[in-house]
């Protein structure tokens, strides 16, 4: 049997993870499966990380020279049982790398985020009954686990990465810890010079 060849320009996708979904279907019971992406892998991915950009940056021609990256790492668990059906187990690590605007005086700094993630997926049927509806986390195989509920066929990964990095990334960055900032009045750069405004104060 010949080998397939695959162009050089053409990915190859897990079909267990399209979009930022993973689909439960195409998931083994009782054998982990596990995914990376990197920058450049996925368009879904890319928008997390240009969306972070984005909110972060106001010069968009400025911002595109700067360094980036982002790399997902999910390992991924089906399981059955009598009182859950089927749950599945996901984590990971993400790291994402972007420019950001200091806060103080719009200079670029760059930023990193790393964060990790342990949870249990069970169905949305369970999201109303007393055990769970109040809970955001499950005690399940010896492990605390983030509590979250899936849908039909499919889990929203993208979703839950998109929160990690947003919960433990900086929302206040600084180029410099001393950094003076901008003069209220002209605007001017106050860690290059002193303006006419900061001189007669």
Same mark, same amino acid.
């Given at each position: 049997m010949k080998k397939k060849?695959?162009?050089?320009?053409? *990915?190859?996708?897990?079909?267990? !993870?399209?979009?930022?979904?993973?689909?439960?279907?195409?998931?083994?019971?009782?054998? &982990?499966? @596990?995914?990376?992406?990197?920058?450049?892998?996925?368009?879904?991915?890319?928008?997390?990380?240009?969306?972070?950009?984005?909110?972060?940056?106001?010069?968009?021609?400025?911002?595109?020279?700067?360094?980036?990256?982002?790399?997902?790492?999910?390992?991924?668990? *089906?399981?059955?049982?009598?009182? !859950?059906?089927?749950?599945?187990?996901?984590?990971?690590?993400?790291?994402?790398?972007? &420019?950001? @605007?200091?806060?103080?005086?719009?200079?670029?700094?760059?930023?990193?985020v790393t964060c990790f993630f342990n949870t249990c997926f069970i169905n949305n049927s369970f999201e109303g009954s007393p055990e769970y509806k109040d809970s955001t986390d499950i005690y399940i195989n010896s492990q605390d686990r983030d509590l979250h509920f899936y849908e039909g066929n499919q889990i929203n990964i993208k979703s839950i990465i998109i929160e990690e990095i947003y919960v433990n990334k900086n929302h206040f960055p600084l180029h410099n810890e001393n950094c003076k900032g901008l003069c209220p009045v002209c605007g001017e750069n106050l860690n290059k010079s002193v303006c006419k405004h900061q001189k007669g104060a």
């Open positions: 060849i695959v162009p050089f320009n053409q *990915k190859i996708i897990n079909p267990a !993870l399209i979009e930022g979904y993973l689909k439960i279907d195409k998931i083994a019971y009782d054998k &982990p499966l @596990e995914i990376q992406v990197i920058h450049g892998d996925s368009e879904w991915s890319d928008k997390i990380l240009n969306d972070l950009i984005l909110e972060n940056n106001h010069n968009s021609e400025e911002e595109k020279r700067r360094e980036k990256d982002i790399l997902i790492a999910i390992t991924i668990e *089906k399981k059955h049982s009598a009182q !859950l059906d089927d749950f599945v187990f996901v984590s990971g690590e993400v790291k994402v790398l972007y &420019p950001a @605007e200091c806060v103080r005086c719009l200079d670029y700094t760059q930023q990193t």
